[in-house]
Every structure is written in C-alpha cells, then in structure tokens.
C-alpha cells in the first residue's frame, strides 16, 4: 500500500478495455466514501486536488487525509494534481508529495501549451511523477474560467501526435464533447466517437483522459430538487458512451459532478426528515455512504474497474 503513479494502472487499463476513476475530493467524508468504495470493489483508485479544493481545504490536509486512507485501507492510491494552471503549482504539489499533476494549459496558443507542459515534464520525470496535459478545450466552468460552448475545441488528431511527441507526457486530456459541470448538453447529449477512434489509432499507447464525464443522474437532480433544491435542466454524458470511451483508448475518466449530487442530496434529505437534528455527524454519515455507493455504481456499471488493483 501506497501513493503510486498511474503508469502501470493506465497500462492494464488500455489493455482490459477499462478505465480507472478520477475523483475529486475536498474533505475526509469524500474521501473516506470514495476509498471505502474502492476496496469494496478491489479497483485502482485516483483521487484528484482541484485549485478550489486546495483553497477550501489546504493540499496538505488532503494530502495527510489520502496518507491515512491508504494505511486504513491497503489499497495503492495516486495522489493527482487537477488542473495545474502553471508550474509553481505543479512544483509545490510535486514537493509536496503527489504522485501524478495535470498541466492545464490548454486556453494558450499550441506552441505555448507545448512549452509550458514540456517545462512541467522536464521537472515531474525528473522526480519519479506522471504528468497528464490538455489539447483542445471543453465547455463549462472550473474554478474561475468558464468557456462558452462556443469557445469550446475539440481536439484534432494530428496535432494531438505532435503535442504528445513534443512534451513527452505520459497520459492526454482530450475534447470530444464532454464539458464540466452539470449543464453540459443542451439537446441531445452526443460524443464524437470517430474522433475518438482516430486519436487513439494514431497514438495506441497514450492513455486518453475525459474530463467533464459526470453522469448528472436524474434519479439524483430529482432527490436534491424535491428537498427544496433548484436544479433545472441539468444534464450530463450517458453512462454507456461513458462505457463506450472506457472501452476505447480512454484509460481516465474524471468524475466531481456527481459525487457533489449524491452528496447534497443525502444531506437534503436528512435534514428535510428530521429538522431538529443539527450534529454534523448525523448528516455528514448518510453523505458518506451516499458518495460510497455513487462510486461503487461508476467502478462496477461503468468504468468497469472493479478487481484492478495491482496488488
Ligand atoms: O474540473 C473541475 C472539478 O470539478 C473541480 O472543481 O475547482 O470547483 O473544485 P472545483
Ligand atoms: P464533472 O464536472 O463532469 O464531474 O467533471 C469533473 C472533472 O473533469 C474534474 O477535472
Ligand atoms: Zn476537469
């Protein structure tokens, strides 16, 4: 048990036709849910640091938070930075003890991306961490950037090559349709599969990485909504092209959205059943289990991880 690299779980990945998930966590209910969920199933696991998660939690609570995760649970863990937004970040992670940092440099020009990821590369392969960077751009909102479906690019085939020869990266984000959030379809949700196909012909041993990849269940909109939440039209990427990508070259796929949605509709819940309860614990336990069980759902239906830890 301990913090690994996701080179040789990407490796199995490809070759089973699975991926591994990607969650992001802010605080111990997340994570302990998450890893709880993990070794039920036996899978591979990476929990991811967002810049808000850093802000709202500090890295090294979470940090010491996933140190005791992996101690109470024997399972190998990767400790991920989530969109890096440049190298000072990249470095303190590093420093800090991640194992894997995303370079998000994908709203520079393409030189300009391959030269800031080629810096990260240089100074994470340096120290024994994996680096996964971003060609093309989604739609949605992460931290303070938001791109408008308009601004969003999918990411084209030949120049994926280049960028991924140019900066030696170990792992690519790729735009095909997804986008952040719980807004990410405003008719019917649709992936571009061929593009798919063709980047991971042109390149079969990069794993390919999706971001945006919550499902937005209705089941879930509906529980937050019926407790007096207010989440109209909320839509995300159905599971089976989620199945679909994972069966592809896709090895990562990132999943925030839904664990936020399984989260806040425990806790709705609870609080809407008993209105004179007000001890953290007695909602913040139904919150744990409900992320648990989110998780469980993605690993078994579908990434189809279960049974991929390595040791
Ligand atoms: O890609 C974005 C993730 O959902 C993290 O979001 O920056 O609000 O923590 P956050
Ligand atoms: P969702 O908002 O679809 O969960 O995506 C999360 C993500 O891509 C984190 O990097
Ligand atoms: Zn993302």
Redo the contacts with the bound molecule.
């Keep these: 048990m301990a913090l690994v690299t996701s080179k040789e779980l990407f490796r199995k990945a490809q070759e089973g036709g699975y991926a591994i998930g990607a969650f992001?966590v802010?605080n111990m209910e997340i994570i302990q849910g998450i890893v709880d969920a993990a070794k039920e199933e036996n899978s591979a696991l990476i929990l991811?640091v967002?810049?808000?998660?850093r802000k709202?939690a500090n890295s090294i609570y979470l940090k010491k938070l996933v140190e005791a995760a992996i101690e109470d649970s024997g399972l190998d863990i990767v400790l991920h930075l989530?969109?890096g937004e440049d190298l000072d970040i990249v470095k303190k992670c590093i420093d800090d003890g991640f194992t894997s940092v995303m370079i998000d440099a994908s709203h520079h020009s393409f030189e300009e991306n391959i030269r800031i990821t080629k810096e990260v590369v240089d100074y994470a392969h340096a120290r024994g961490v994996v680096v996964e960077a971003e060609l093309g751009r989604l739609a949605?909102?992460?931290?303070a950037i938001s791109v408008s479906k308009e601004d969003a690019t999918y990411t084209d085939p030949d120049q994926a090559v280049e960028f991924v020869e140019r900066t030696g990266i170990d792992s690519l984000a790729i735009a095909i349709g997804t986008s952040?959030?719980a807004y990410k379809f405003k008719g019917e949700p649709k992936l571009d599969f061929e593009r798919l196909e063709i980047i991971g012909k042109k390149m079969p041993s990069t794993p390919l990485v999706l971001?945006?990849a919550s499902t937005v269940l209705p089941e879930f909109v509906a529980l937050c909504n019926k407790y007096g939440g207010n989440i109209p039209g909320a839509q995300g990427v159905p599971e089976d092209m989620l199945r679909r990508a994972a069966s592809m070259n896709v090895a990562k796929i990132?999943i925030?959205?839904d664990l936020?949605l399984a989260m806040t509709a425990a806790i709705r819940q609870f609080l809407a059943e008993n209105p004179s309860e007000f001890d953290p614990r007695k909602y913040l336990g139904p919150a744990r289990s409900a992320i648990k069980e989110m998780v469980r759902h993605k690993i078994k239906n579908v990434l189809g991880s279960s049974g991929s830890n390595l040791r």
Excluded: F, I, P
Aim: aromatic share 4%.
């Design positions: 992001n802010n991811q967002s810049a808000g998660a709202y989530d969109h949605g909102v992460e931290d952040h959030g971001h945006g990132n925030d959205t936020r």
